[in-house]
């Protein structure tokens, strides 16, 4: 039986380690420098550690969703000068994919294991055990982690060498971001017009505009609810791997490059913390409406 852990327990660490600790037949172990966290993580039926080395030196897969590129490559360092040979860890965040392959190196390097294995989903997905889960690595290491990926996702794919995972999460996240823009550009253009917001949600919501993100995030902007589930600097930091990317492949993508600005406007108008169904704001302060 493998020993698991988990790094960061805030809103996806949260519901992924609310499955982990249900279906896994072992402990789960967890560390967040918040403790708050760390409560509700035991009150859940995890272990929870005060110092992340002993998570580091106990556990045989180690698992990790953290907000920033620096946090993870810092983390990911500190794992391999700690953990045992052997040690498989699993970025489940989305991290540039050229910082996970120099970090798949150094990993090897060290006889540990690195997978890129981003989720899609949001808080709704960790909650409920549905994530989408694209794994990039070592394919035997892969095999070896997938039963208790399975434990969060939904759909758990493997999707080639280092860094592939990381790429896929990209790809997903532009697309999510360009659904956001047309969202709320849409809804803010047809209030404008006269059209009632809900009058029509309800009419376009079984339609050839339907998408995820519409279904899950135009109730909460009608509801002017913009707690969030996938914040809009997380979602930023995807934007900018894409355009770092496209950079490295001397590719434009102008779509995206939109996106970026829009967000960029929510970063600088105190709102990047804010749920990604925000974005609609920058709509409706250009069109003089509210969605509701």
Not at 118 to 145: C, H, N, Q, Y
Not at 203 to 222: E, N, R, Y
Request: proline content about 4%.
């Amino acid at each position: 039986m493998k020993k698991i852990g988990y790094l960061g327990l805030g809103v996806m660490g949260h519901g992924m380690t609310s499955n982990l600790i249900q279906k896994n037949d072992g402990p789960v172990y967890g560390y967040d420098p918040v403790e708050a966290a760390r409560v509700r993580f035991q009150e859940a039926g995890g272990v929870p550690v005060e110092d992340p080395k002993e998570l580091y030196r106990t556990c045989d897969i180690i698992c990790m969703c953290l907000p920033t590129n620096a946090l993870v490559k810092q983390t990911i360092d500190d794992i391999i000068h700690t953990a045992r040979p052997g040690t498989i860890i699993v970025d489940m965040g989305s991290t540039s994919p050229y910082i996970i392959q120099e970090l798949y190196q150094s990993a090897k390097e060290h006889g540990m294991h690195l997978l890129d294995s981003p989720v899609s989903g949001g808080k709704t997905g960790a909650d409920a055990g549905t994530l989408v889960i694209m794994s990039g690595g070592d394919r035997e290491t892969f095999e070896a982690a997938e039963p208790y990926l399975k434990m969060m996702g939904k759909t758990v794919t493997y999707m080639g060498p280092s860094g592939c995972g990381s790429m896929s999460k990209v790809a997903n996240n532009m697309m999510v971001g360009i659904h956001l823009a047309a969202m709320g550009e849409a809804f803010a253009f047809a209030k404008k017009a006269g059209i009632d917001s809900r009058t029509l949600f309800e009419a376009i919501k079984g339609g050839f505009a339907q998408s995820a993100v519409m279904d899950l995030k135009i109730p909460c902007v009608l509801e002017r609810n913009f707690d969030a589930t996938a914040r809009i600097a997380v979602h930023l930091k995807d934007v900018n791997n894409a355009m770092e990317m496209a950079d490295h492949l001397h590719v434009e993508l102008p779509m995206t490059k939109i996106v970026r600005d829009q967000m960029e406007w929510m970063k600088d108008n105190g709102m990047i913390d804010e749920d990604q169904c925000a974005m609609v704001k920058y709509y409706e302060r250009a069109m003089s409406v509210v969605i509701e």
